[in-house]
């Protein structure tokens, strides 16, 4: 058994990412500033994207975004259950509803056509999920979209550095980056909306800060101009300089963070071949680089011979963490008494959630570190096995 714990993810921060923070604490200025303007036109230049916003997190932009385009009482949103529930919540808090759709199950993609049967003239804007840093089939998505008139917004929250048919995500569509501390870069708490559309990204920034004319920065004065105006009611949601900073030295080494995931993600898939009934998500047919910011595994009970919750408790025991992303929006309790979603309607969605679980995939692992999860399933299973053939269960 390992000596120490491995959790599933810790993000990499260096001496030199502590001590730019520290500079920015030294600087007089550490709420939003010039390092939020620098991380933003960082990520504009790598998506190629005209206009790119940060903020508080992932959750602001997608209730910033969604404000700015228009959601409210009677629209619907277009999208698969299997995300995390910031998204729909804030369908539901706009006053909007929730229309989720089913997902391939060994990609945990959804496809244009579970899309194009879902949208009706009630449907305002798609959001598709580039789940665990695989990117959707955006050219059939998009096609969609623009046959049926509806606009299309990209949850990325997994993919910044993930391409689609040789593009970077984030470059065409408006899209949001999470920026949390187990994304495959971080700001401690952060996101990133990239668009082509000045006017959304105009509106967002100022909603994103009380909706003045102007930011909490106004670099000519180093401070906030007192003559800004409200233009409409806003929010307090814009990302501090001590925070952006960090994602500002991150951004740089992401490639190299992403070339080390995929290979632990390559020995993962190897090694798993040979261990029934832990099975990796396929990867989806399209050309596409994938940003392995999870690596999910399927516990299949019928196979292995133990329920996803005993397999955790193993792996646990011999100081592996794990997780679960995620477990279906439309199964939360909420969303079944109080917008009454029928279980049975998204097998896909639902035989995924049941079983799903992510195991340690992150870049300051190390080979051993990688080979301890595996032997550390391997026991588990012979455990469970052992139990079994005894008589015990």
């Known amino acids: 058994m390992r000596p120490s714990f ?17 500079e920015v604490l030294r600087s007089g200025w550490i709420t939003t500033g010039p390092k939020v303007t620098e991380l933003e036109q960082m990520i504009a230049t790598r998506t190629g994207a005209r206009e790119a916003v940060a903020a508080s997190s992932g959750t602001a932009l997608m209730h910033l975004t969604l404000l700015a385009m228009g959601v409210g009482a009677g629209d619907e949103v277009v999208g ?11 369908v539901e808090l706009l006053g909007a509803r929730n229309v989720f759709v089913d997902v391939d199950r060994e990609t945990l993609l959804v496809s244009a056509a579970a899309i194009d049967a879902a949208i009706t003239p009630r449907t305002k804007v798609v959001i598709p999920v580039h789940y665990a840093g695989a ?6 998505i998009r096609a969609v979209c623009r046959a049926r008139g509806v606009a299309l917004l990209e949850d990325a929250a997994h993919a910044i550095g993930t391409k689609y048919k040789g593009c970077e995500v984030g470059g065409d569509d408006p899209a949001i980056f999470s920026l949390h501390p187990i994304k495959n870069i971080t700001s401690g708490e952060g996101g990133v909306l990239t668009t082509n559309d000045s006017d959304l990204a105009n509106r967002v920034r100022r909603l994103r800060f009380h909706g003045l004319a102007v930011d909490a920065h106004d670099r ?3 401070g906030r101009s007192p ?29 190299a963070f992403i070339a080390r995931r995929d290979a632990l993600a390559q020995y993962y ?18 050309s596409h680089r994938h940003a392995r910011h999870l690596f999910v595994v399927r516990v299949d009970e019928r196979v292995c011979g133990l329920d996803r919750a005993t397999f955790m408790d193993g792996l646990k025991k011999r100081n592996v963490g794990t997780g679960i992303h995620f477990l279906a929006a439309h199964t939360q309790r909420w969303y079944r008494e109080n917008r009454g979603e029928s279980i049975g309607q998204l097998p896909n969605t639902e035989w995924n959630s049941a079983r799903i679980c ?35 269960r």
Do not use: Y
């Open 227 to 255: 003559q800004a105006q409200v233009q409409e009611p806003g929010f307090k949601q814009n990302m501090p300089d001590m925070n952006a900073v960090l994602a500002v030295r991150q951004l740089p080494r992401l490639d």
């Open 80 to 90: 698969p259950s299997m995300t995390w529930v910031s998204t729909p919540n804030v």
């Open 358 to 392: 992510t195991i340690p995939c992150f870049p300051d692992m190390s080979d051993a570190d990688a080979s301890s999860v595996i032997d550390a399933i391997k026991e588990t299973l012979a455990v469970s096995r052992a139990t079994v053939s005894g008589g015990v």
């Open 6 to 22: 491995l959790p599933f993810c810790r993000p990499s921060i260096t001496e030199e990412d502590i001590a730019s923070v520290a």
């Open 269 to 286: 898939k190897a090694e798993l071949a040979s261990i029934d009934g832990i099975v990796p998500l396929a990867d989806p047919q399209w």
């Open 220 to 222: 000519t004065q180093q």
């Open 135 to 140: 990117p959707v089939d955006l050219d059939a």
